[in-house]
C-alpha cells in the first residue's frame, strides 16, 4: 500500500504542475519611468517632468516665481588727498574744480570688471 500511495503522490505533483503551466500568463508589471525629458527648443538644455511620486520622494516643492527691481551697489576702498597748488596734480585738479586753491582728491583702484557695473 505505501507503494501505492508513493505513485500516486508523484502523479498528483506531475498533474498539479501540468495545470500551472495552463495557466494564463501574468501580465508583465509595466515599469513606469519617474522621469522624463523633453527637448528645449534652441537650447541644448532639457526640460525634466517627474512623476508625482517621484517629486514627492526627492521632496521638490514648488513656488511662484516673482520679479524685483535689484539695485546694484559696489563698496570700495579708496585714498583721500589734499591737493594744494604746489602739488604736481594742482594743474589737474583746478581745471576740474574751477580755481580752487585746495581741492581733495580721491583715489579708487577698481579693475576692468569693477568698471564694467
Known sequence: MKHNNRWFLVLLTIMSLQLAACAPKSAAAEKISPV??????????????????????????????????????LTV????????????????????????KEALLVRIPLSQNELKI
Request: without cysteine.
Open 36 to 73: 522624463k525629458l523633453e527637448e528645449i527648443e534652441g537650447s541644448d538644455f532639457k526640460r525634466v517632468i517627474l512623476t508625482e511620486k517621484a517629486a514627492e520622494r526627492l521632496d521638490i516643492q514648488t513656488v511662484t516665481v516673482r520679479e524685483d527691481l535689484i539695485e546694484r551697489k
Open 77 to 100: 576702498g579708496g585714498q583721500i588727498m589734499t591737493v594744494s597748488e604746489d602739488s604736481a596734480l594742482s594743474d589737474n585738479v583746478t581745471a576740474v574744480a574751477g580755481g580752487i
